[in-house]
């Protein structure tokens, strides 16, 4: 039988409520809670077998730690001052950042009654110098560096209508559990004692045990260095200088990406993405992954490591206890449309870089003769060939109907 919400709507169904129950059936596997009605088609209801939340058995992430007081007590209270917290979460989030956000964004899509949000090109963050430059007030990562008061000013400064002792206190707790900010803080005592130039290297932190319930200690996420030339600079790093009056891109690949920007999320620095989280079936042994035995299963292309969508698949399921990050209102939704973003750039990036391969299998199919630019040629620009695997292309589109 066709489910009602797939018929074409008529009005003779109007009155009917359509619903998919409670939320309550748990996955065996990961302690996931869904609908009923998510479960695989192939499991029945008596013992409801679910997909999605843990990539078909191949991934197994640590349990989310629980928020740090007092962001427990702004995400669940009840209080005039958490409420308003949530409301302006994302404020006070993007006080807190060590790096912004950019994107060129299409705005003629986006209207007052429309919640669009339509992206060009990439969406990336951006990190500034240790110090601004002369006559420039400080941002972001700048306002680590300096004394506590100089700091909740420039914050306040920086964003109207935010409340001063919220804001003290996520700044006080950031610095008592958050790697980065400790790092900031000797940077400053360093600086303050008459050091000029200063280096901070961090680096693409990539923990061979990730059911590790311990925060990275500062020493795993970066080290400052007295002078500004970094010898052996390895491209996979990030390297801050003092002064240098440009802003650098922070590639989505590396560890720190999530927690420098969303660091009321990821305010100790856990529970982060990088690239060498192995399949279950497989280690990572700090150079490169092991198979347990086998008849491990493994990824696609005989992948060994979590990619981004799975991770992130896996993270933004409601499992009780470890739903907090779901209560934080426009700050979730604003970090779901950046991990979207990124995995699909990522995305992206792949087919763009395998493009050989690609061309021998798509340039042979009906599907690609509907593609008038590949006939007449009249493309301005580099031609990508997306495959029929990239949700939302062309080829997909074209499988499906
Ligand atoms: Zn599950």
């Known amino acids: 039988?066709?489910?009602?919400?797939?018929?074409?709507?008529?009005?003779?169904?109007?009155?009917?409520?359509?619903?998919?129950?409670?939320?309550?059936?748990?996955?065996?596997?990961c302690g996931a809670l869904h609908f009923l009605e998510e479960r695989a088609a192939s499991s029945s209801c008596a013992n409801p077998q679910f997909t999605l939340c843990y990539a078909q058995g191949k991934v197994t992430l640590p349990p989310l730690a629980p928020p740090p007081e007092p962001f427990r007590r702004l995400l669940t209270g009840k209080e005039t001052?958490?409420?308003?917290?949530?409301?302006?979460?994302?404020?006070?989030?993007?006080?807190?950042?060590?790096?912004?956000?950019?994107?060129?964004?299409?705005?003629?899509?986006?209207?007052?009654?429309?919640?669009?949000?339509?992206?060009?090109?990439?969406?990336?963050?951006?990190?500034?110098?240790?110090?601004?430059?002369?006559?420039?007030?400080?941002?972001?990562?700048?306002?680590?560096?300096?004394?506590?008061?100089?700091k909740l000013d420039g914050r306040m400064g920086n964003f109207g209508g935010l409340n001063r002792d919220t804001m003290q206190s996520l700044q006080t707790m950031l610095h008592?559990?958050?790697?980065?900010?400790?790092?900031?803080?000797?940077?400053?005592?360093?600086?303050?004692?008459?050091?000029?130039?200063?280096?901070?290297?961090?680096?693409?932190?990539?923990?061979?045990?990730?059911?590790?319930?311990?925060?990275?200690?500062?020493?795993?996420?970066?080290?400052?260095?007295?002078?500004?030339?970094?010898?052996e600079v390895d491209a996979r790093n990030i390297v801050v200088r003092s002064t240098n009056g440009y802003f650098q891109r922070i590639s989505p690949l590396h560890s720190a990406y999530t927690p420098l920007h969303y660091v009321l999320l990821f305010p100790d620095g856990r529970n982060k993405w990088h690239d060498s989280i192995p399949l279950n079936g497989f280690q990572w042994d700090g150079s490169m992954f092991i198979q347990d035995d086998e008849n491990t299963i493994g990824g696609k292309r005989g992948s060994a490591r979590v990619t981004m969508l799975q991770f992130y698949a896996y993270m933004l399921q409601h499992r009780v206890n470890q739903e907090w990050i779901l209560r934080a209102g426009r700050l979730l939704q604003q970090f779901i449309v950046d991990a979207y973003a990124c995995t699909e750039q990522n995305h992206l990036k792949f087919i763009h870089e395998n493009q050989r391969q690609l061309h021998c299998d798509l340039y042979n199919g009906l599907q690609d003769a509907l593609n008038a630019g590949d006939i007449l040629g009249n493309d301005v620009g580099q031609k990508m060939i997306l495959p029929s695997s990239f949700q939302g292309g062309e080829r997909a589109m074209g499988q499906l109907y």
Request: hydrophobic content about 35%.
């Open 81 to 150: 001052n958490a409420k308003d917290f949530r409301q302006h979460i994302r404020s006070y989030n993007s006080a807190l950042a060590f790096t912004s956000v950019g994107a060129n964004l299409d705005t003629s899509v986006a209207q007052p009654s429309n919640y669009t949000y339509r992206l060009c090109n990439e969406l990336y963050h951006r990190m500034g110098s240790l110090l601004p430059q002369p006559g420039k007030a400080r941002k972001f990562a700048q306002l680590y560096i300096g004394d506590p008061h100089a």
């Open 176 to 231: 008592a559990c958050n790697p980065y900010a400790i790092i900031y803080q000797t940077a400053t005592e360093r600086l303050q004692g008459g050091v000029i130039e200063l280096s901070l290297r961090l680096v693409n932190d990539r923990r061979t045990n990730l059911q590790c319930y311990n925060a990275p200690i500062v020493d795993e996420v970066g080290a400052l260095m007295v002078g500004g030339d970094v010898d």
């Open 1 to 29: 039988m066709i489910p009602l919400a797939c018929h074409e709507f008529d009005g003779s169904h109007r009155g009917l409520r359509h619903t998919l129950g409670e939320m309550t059936t748990v996955c065996g596997k």
